[in-house]
Nanobody, 124 residues
Framework: QVQLTESGGGLVQAGGSLRLSCGAS????????MAWFRQTPGKAREFVAW?????????QAFVVDSVKDRFTISRDANTVYLQMNALKPEDTAVYYC????????????????WGQGTQVTVPS
């Protein structure tokens, strides 16, 4: 069982930066694809980025086009990070960390382990 705990959320003015962290306990992360999703009230959870220790179709990380110029995903042995720059009000959401074994996915239902979420608020 992988237990995930997010941190680093908060309130930041438009144009500012935040770095989210997701710590894992129970297993080393090497065998897991780690991903970030986000969710706003009344909407489905939205994929943001994944990171893998392995190369998959030529890459070890992927960030969705809508934020790829502003967000970066990275990881170390037990933590995955989401660096968010030039934040916009539309980035306001609860950000969730998720894990699944081996094969990256952008599909929420394919992830087995989830953190509790961390709120990011960017006032307009």
């Amino acid at each position: 069982q992988v237990q995930l705990t997010e941190s680093g959320g908060g309130l930041v003015q438009a144009g500012g930066s935040l770095r989210l962290s997701c710590g894992a306990s129970g297993h080393p992360l090497a065998a897991y694809v780690m991903a970030w999703f986000r969710q706003t009230p009344g909407k489905a959870r939205e994929f943001v980025a994944w990171s893998s220790s392995f190369t998959y179709k030529g890459r070890q990380a992927f960030v969705v086009d809508s934020v790829k110029d502003r967000f970066t995903i990275s990881r170390d042995a037990n933590t995955v990070y989401l660096q968010m720059n030039a934040l916009k009000p539309e980035d306001t959401a609860v950000y969730y960390c998720a894990a699944r074994r081996f094969v990256p996915s952008q599909v929420e239902s394919e992830y087995d382990f989830w953190g509790q979420g961390t709120q990011v608020t960017v006032p307009s």
